[in-house]
């Protein structure tokens, strides 16, 4: 009589999460999903409700731990890395200037604050660049200073390829 009553009981044990879950309507069955690359057929549990909607139980979703990130560090490359001195051509437009030499300088300076900021301060020379062409143009818009008629105003614009100075020789500390 004793084994009668606890197999009622175990058996109301496992049907009262099952009454529980159709109180709300529907059952956890194990369903098709989907495909693997390969052509077989995924299966996976899912919560199916009375009015044939199914759902996956949702799991947090993990990151796949490599270490500390670190979001301010962006890891250059070294030039042996590189497989030269030289990296790809810049571009840059400079302030409008009243003579075309004005003109050229400020777009140095455009040019030298753009390598700077991208690469570092070791490519900004421009002793050290190669492939150096200048655009220049007169310039439409007058500055608020500039009231004389007859003055035109020059732009520039400069593209170079900004390499690395050459390395000094010999000098190595022990």
């Known amino acids: 009589m004793k084994k009668a009553a606890l197999l009622v009981a175990a058996g109301l044990l496992v049907l009262a999460p099952a009454q529980a879950m159709s109180e709300i309507g529907g059952q956890w069955e194990i369903r098709q999903v989907g495909k693997h690359r390969d052509g077989r057929p995924h299966y996976a549990r899912v919560y199916c409700r009375s009015d044939g909607r199914c759902y996956r139980p949702r799991h947090q979703a993990q990151r796949p731990v490599e270490g500390a990130r670190v979001y301010s560090f962006v890891h250059r490359q070294s030039i042996d890395d590189l497989g030269g001195a030289c990296r790809e051509v810049r571009r840059a437009v400079g302030d409008q200037h009243l003579t075309v030499e004005g003109a050229k300088k400020a777009a140095n300076d455009a040019w030298a604050g753009a390598v700077r900021f991208h690469l570092g301060e070791k490519f900004m020379d421009l002793t050290n660049a190669r492939q150096i062409s200048y655009t220049c143009s007169r ?29 000094e020789g010999g000098d190595k500390k022990d």
């Open 139 to 167: 310039s439409s818009i007058k500055e608020g200073g500039v009231t004389t008629l007859g003055q035109t105003l020059t732009r520039c614009e400069i593209e170079a390829q900004p390499c690395h100075p050459p390395r």
